[in-house]
């Protein structure tokens, strides 16, 4: 296979057995779960793989053994492929009979939405036709979370050791050997905490998911809107520090929606966001929900410097399940400090001010939620979910829930 396939392709391989007279329905692997395009390696027998197209037309194509076939561009999205249950084929006007076929199916996941032209076969269109809820605040992510972190994880990681205390007392009231889907996991800090969970963790971030997968944990490259995992297969799933960067109600709710999904009946959903209220001892003043976070980034980690700012329409108001959002998101770039609680917070201000030469801002996007909204995103989930922990930690909102069915 050419290296650069399996640059592109290897972050994650399916192997199926398929017995004379087998076959699979025709299908399109989910758009927003992979990217393009796929690989697939047919061994041990020949086949025929039947292209269909939402229009009517049919295309077959004979597949010999040890041959790979690349599904790009609309073979990739726009038509659906199968393979028909029967025994045999017909190749030129001759009858093979099916033997013992071996296929490996080479595959990238995908951490953000899918945004292709073939509406009819992508599931990201079908959630949201008009894309006027998921769709929206996208770039602003894109530019403002996703790259934030892709330029400034390794210097991020170093300031993030210790864990927030009730989502380790959340990790050790798992029992031992149970799945647990850490979703935005960062460095891993709380994937790692035991060694007896099966922990599989997945960041927008490819650096933090590299980080994960060098201490040892099973991780990949996903977003937590649409995350790769199969529905129904974990005891426990974690979202930390995660849905705080999602910037609109809609797109916050399919987030909870997808971690829901991945529960089985009796599995525990963690949640940990940030606060618009901030406790005592926090440094932090924050003037609305929808803020800008400057980070200040020099030469040395050591020097890393981390201020907070608000971005907020003057005519914002807080609400309780956070709905309202400024009408004009143009006006988050128009960022202004918040006010210094501390000499330290007065230093650092003065330094951004100063725009030492050396040094560069990169500013990630939050949303901080007021007390109750997740609880209101987990009753709308469509989920049957029983809350069983719900506090302030740390100038975090924390909550628990069971899925029950």
Request: aromatic share 8%; proline share 5%; net charge neutral.
């Amino acid at each position: 296979i050419p290296n650069l396939l399996l640059i592109r392709c290897a972050a994650q391989i399916t192997l199926n057995v398929y017995r004379p007279g087998q076959g699979i329905a025709p299908h399109v692997d989910t758009h927003s779960a992979f990217e393009d395009p796929l690989i697939s390696l047919s061994l041990m027998s020949d086949t025929i793989m039947d292209f269909r197209h939402p229009d009517g037309q049919e295309v077959s194509v004979f597949l010999p053994r040890r041959s790979l076939a690349v599904l790009s561009g609309a073979s990739r999205y726009g038509w659906t492929h199968g393979i028909r249950e029967r025994k045999s084929d017909v190749v030129d006007g001759e009858i093979r009979p099916r033997g013992t076929r071996v296929s490996l199916t080479l595959r990238k996941t995908r951490c953000r939405p899918c945004h292709c032209d073939f509406k009819e076969l992508c599931d990201t269109w079908q959630a949201d036709p008009q894309s006027s809820g998921l769709m929206l605040g996208r770039n602003l992510e894109e530019k403002h979370v996703w790259e934030f972190y892709d330029n400034i994880h390794s210097q991020f990681s170093n300031t993030r050791h210790t864990p927030w205390p009730k989502v380790v007392d959340f990790v050790n009231s798992l029992p031992s050997y149970c799945t647990v889907a850490d979703c935005g996991a960062g460095n891993g800090r709380y994937s790692t905490q035991r060694d007896d969970l099966m922990c599989f963790a997945s960041d927008t971030c490819f650096g933090f998911a590299k980080e994960c997968r060098d201490k040892g944990v099973l991780s990949c490259q996903a977003d937590v809107l649409t995350p790769p995992l199969r529905k129904g297969a974990f005891d426990a799933v974690m979202c930390i520090a995660v849905l705080h960067h999602i910037s609109t109600y809609e797109r916050r709710l399919q987030a909870v929606k997808s971690l829901c999904s991945l529960l089985n009946a009796g599995g525990r959903l963690c949640l940990h966001a940030w606060a618009c209220k901030q406790s005592s001892e926090s440094r932090r003043v924050f003037q609305g929900q929808d803020v800008m976070v400057p980070w200040v980034s020099r030469a040395t980690n050591s020097d890393s410097m981390s201020l907070d700012v608000t971005a907020k329409d003057p005519k914002e108001k807080p609400s309780k399940n956070g709905q309202e959002m400024s009408s004009n998101r143009a006006e988050m770039m128009n960022t202004h400090h918040s006010e210094p609680k501390t000499n330290t917070d007065e230093k650092k201000r003065n330094y951004w001010q100063r725009g030492d030469p050396s040094s560069a801002i990169h500013r990630r996007f939050c949303h901080l939620f007021v007390e109750g909204e997740l609880e209101d995103l987990i009753s709308k989930s469509g989920f049957k979910m029983q809350l069983q922990e719900s506090c302030f930690d740390h100038s975090n909102w924390h909550v628990v829930a069971m899925k029950l069915e």
